[in-house]
């Protein structure tokens, strides 16, 4: 029963580093997001991929890049780390547009 | 374009009074609408959503909610509140014509004493 499933769930990174954060989904969904949440600002949209072999930019796509490696796999790399992406990093998915989205745990991300 | 204001930050009951969160939208189409609950460390948690169906919609441990357009409302609440009720609660919107892509409010930490 493990829903969807991020990794790794803490990680610190100097600047200039890259690092690629891992989200898995075992309910056969569709569609899946990356969000990232800053204090006060709720959540905002990186990435998303409608289904598979497609992927789109969201709300705050500069300095992330984004992989549906098949079904249940959606990754999210981040390039050249910079202290402004310090962050919470939620994964979310869904079977279609009119169901609610489920959200993993997340990735504390901090850059220093 | 989507837009959701939740009108406070903070919200402070004592156990066993009433909550009540409060969010307005705005929306060029007929929306859905969701709340949902942020537990310390953890996702989200789908509380309850609005597709149309029924104005007064009923959801987990409890709450619900009740969409008023004339007043672009979609306001959270609860008779009694219980301490495991302390946690971050977001109002979010759709747009049902397209695909969903949903939009966040900015959250309202709800706060328990007993």
């Known amino acids: 029963n493990a829903g969807v499933t991020q990794t790794p769930k803490f990680q610190v990174l100097k600047t200039g580093q890259s690092m690629t954060l891992q989200c898995a989904q075992d309910?056969?969904?569709?569609?899946m997001y990356w969000y990232r949440q800053d204090p006060g600002m709720g959540l905002r949209l990186i990435y998303y991929?409608?289904?598979?072999?497609?992927?789109d930019k969201g709300e705050v796509p500069n300095g992330y890049n984004v992989s549906r490696l098949n079904k249940r796999e959606f990754s999210l790399r981040l390039e050249s780390a910079a202290p402004s992406q310090t962050s919470v990093y939620f994964c979310?998915?869904?079977?279609?547009?009119?169901?609610?989205?489920?959200f993993g745990d997340g990735t504390r991300l901090s850059i220093l | 374009a989507q837009s959701v204001t939740q009108l406070d930050s903070h919200v402070s009951v004592s156990e066993g009074t009433p909550v009540l969160l409060r969010c307005n939208y705005s929306?060029?189409?007929?929306?859905?609408l969701f709340w949902y609950v942020q537990h310390p460390n953890k996702g989200l948690q789908l509380l309850l959503k609005?597709?149309?169906?029924?104005?007064l919609v009923k959801g987990i441990n409890g709450f619900e909610a009740e969409f008023k357009k004339s007043e672009t409302s979609f306001h959270l609440t609860k008779p009694s509140a219980h301490m495991s009720d302390a946690a971050e609660y977001f109002c979010?919107?759709?747009?049902?014509?397209?695909?969903?892509?949903?939009?966040f409010g900015t959250g309202t930490r709800l706060l328990v004493s007993p």
């Open positions: 979310a998915s869904t079977l279609r547009g009119d169901q609610p989205q489920h």
């Open positions: 929306s060029s189409y007929s929306p859905s």
């Open positions: 309910m056969n969904h569709n569609s």
């Open positions: 991929s409608a289904s598979e072999g497609t992927t």
């Open positions: 609005y597709t149309s169906a029924a104005t």
């Open positions: 979010v919107v759709s747009d049902q014509k397209g695909f969903q892509k949903l939009v």
